[in-house]
């Protein structure tokens, strides 16, 4: 069969109108099949993409026809694949009239078996960049083949044009859906963690900062401890913003803030139809951060049973979304932090020794408020200065009995205690003298026993008070009567307590208390 100009012309303009109107793989690869066969009596038709960073081969989507054995796999190898190598290597098209005599192959060879005696392949090309290889093949040798050959590069060119521009659609897609999670999560962490925010004049500090430049520009995990309140994350950030991934996201997970179920999804995200709502793939914050920082506040509230996972993540950087049985291969620094005393968890047989050694190749510990208080002084000079402007209020000015007083303080919540006092101090005395009077009433009150550690005794001039790990038990047992075990909701316990779910769950885990002991 000999085709004219005019036919040649007509053949791909069919071809053209048959595959434009489809943005979906499947209905392109289907309407172009279609097309194809009225033109070529094909017994087998394929579209495989090329990956050149890992040298593989997948199928567009589904090849039809004809199906040698081994050929149904969705990716493999480049070498495994004689023709379609011969076709990337050279650039060029490959046309075998007589499969039997390249029989010595695995590939060709399951061609033949299969019953296949001829092939044809030509290079996808898009700007210069080979894409992927087309494909069609035959029972028996095409008596026009040497015409096909001439006519088929066209077809290519045409089909490479429209894979190409389905490809950089599908990309697009996918970006603006990342790029639609990475908004969301960084209006949720919008906190300022501007590094002229950390503030410290005493030595002690002053060691810890010399240690984050030095540690800043090296990959290894890094482990913060410290105790709740002393800066931790603001600590992680700055080390985020001295390294050299400073122009990629920070990813912060508060780990007390996930249920054990959704540990793996948040942390690995999940493929389309994993479960039951999972409409859409979602990224995890693994590979949110790709080329950044994660950042696990509270690493040691990782389930015992997901760590062997995390574990594996940090050895090999790869992990496999939730549903999905394709590994995702991530590159992130990964910083941690807690306030507990991990080699006890450990020795309790709640936490992986071997996760813990690979965390704490280079440790980080923050010391205290009450360990720094040369810093007193100044942190309280310019946080109050500063939330007076933010407050747009005039600044509260504090006697030097007042600074004696708080310089005393045991500080439990740290400089977390210290802030929230310094904002309540600005609402109430904005613009007055501050004496210690008007202090003694806050900086043991019940609000502060959430910010504190258990056994922590709150200090004032001349005497001891209760600890404050008892007056929060109490606090928690008296609201969990209060609303008979509920937790959640406007009603329960959190809301009674004025702290966040997440928070008092925290809390029931540490001190072993069962919500449902209090339902009758």
Aim: charged share 25%; with cysteine; aromatic share 8%.
């Amino acid at each position: 069969m000999h085709w004219s100009l005019a036919t040649k012309y007509k053949i791909l303009l069919e071809i053209n109108n048959a595959v434009i109107s489809n943005t979906s793989k499947d209905d392109f690869f289907k309407a172009l099949s279609t097309e194809l066969k009225k033109h070529f009596c094909y017994d087998r038709f394929s579209i495989f993409l090329y990956n050149q960073v890992n040298q593989s081969l997948r199928y567009f989507t589904l090849a039809e026809g004809v199906e040698p054995e081994g050929f149904g796999a969705d990716e493999r190898d480049l070498a495994s694949s004689a023709v379609a190598n011969m076709v990337i290597q050279s650039k060029k098209p490959v046309i075998i009239d007589d499969l039997s005599c390249y029989s010595e192959h695995p590939s060709i060879g399951a061609m033949v078996r299969a019953g296949l005696g001829a092939t044809v392949a030509f290079p996808m090309i898009v700007r210069n960049r080979i894409i992927g290889t087309f494909h069609l093949s035959f029972k028996h040798r095409p008596d026009n083949l040497s015409e096909l050959s001439e006519l088929l590069p066209d077809v290519s060119n045409q089909i490479a044009i429209a894979v190409g521009n389905m490809i950089s659609f599908t990309q697009l897609i996918k970006e603006k859906h990342n790029l639609e999670q990475e908004k969301q999560y960084l209006r949720s962490a919008s906190e300022d963690y501007s590094p002229q925010k950390f503030l410290y004049v005493s030595s002690a500090m002053d060691d810890i900062m010399k240690l984050v430049e030095k540690v800043a520009g090296i990959d290894s995990p890094l482990l913060i401890t410290g105790e709740t309140g002393t800066g931790k994350d603001h600590l992680a950030r700055l080390i985020h913003l001295k390294s050299l991934r400073k122009d990629h996201l920070f990813v912060k997970v508060s780990c007390p803030a996930l249920t054990p179920s959704l540990f793996e999804s948040e942390l690995f995200g999940h493929a389309k139809g994993a479960f039951t709502g999972a409409d859409s793939t979602r990224l995890g914050r693994f590979e949110m951060a790709g080329q950044g920082t994660v950042f696990l506040d509270e690493i040691a509230e990782i389930p015992i049973a997901l760590q062997a996972k995390f574990l594996q993540v940090l050895q090999e950087n790869r992990f496999e979304r939730v549903g999905d049985n394709r590994s995702v291969k991530v590159n992130f620094r990964l910083i941690t932090a807690t306030n507990r005393d991990v080699p006890k968890l450990i020795s309790q047989g709640q936490f992986r020794q071997d996760l813990y050694y690979r965390l704490n190749i280079i440790k980080i510990h923050v010391p205290p408020l009450r360990e720094r208080k040369g810093d007193l002084p100044y942190l309280l000079d310019t946080i109050n200065k500063r939330e007076s402007f933010e407050m747009n209020r005039p600044v509260p000015r504090y006697t030097d009995g007042s600074i004696r007083f708080l310089s005393d303080y045991h500080w439990p919540g740290n400089i977390r205690e210290l802030k929230n006092l310094i904002k309540r101090m600005i609402i109430i005395k904005a613009g007055e003298s501050i004496s210690v009077s008007d202090l003694k009433n806050l900086v043991s009150g019940a609000e502060n026993t959430f910010n504190s550690n258990p056994g922590d005794s709150v200090v004032r001039p001349g005497r001891r008070v209760t600890r404050l790990a008892e007056s929060e038990l109490r606090c928690i047992k008296s609201a969990l009567l209060e609303t008979r075990g509920i937790v959640g909701g406007p009603s329960g316990a959190a809301s009674l307590l004025g702290v966040p779910k997440s928070t008092l769950q925290y809390r029931l885990k540490k001190y072993e208390i069962n919500p449902a002991d209090y339902r009758t």
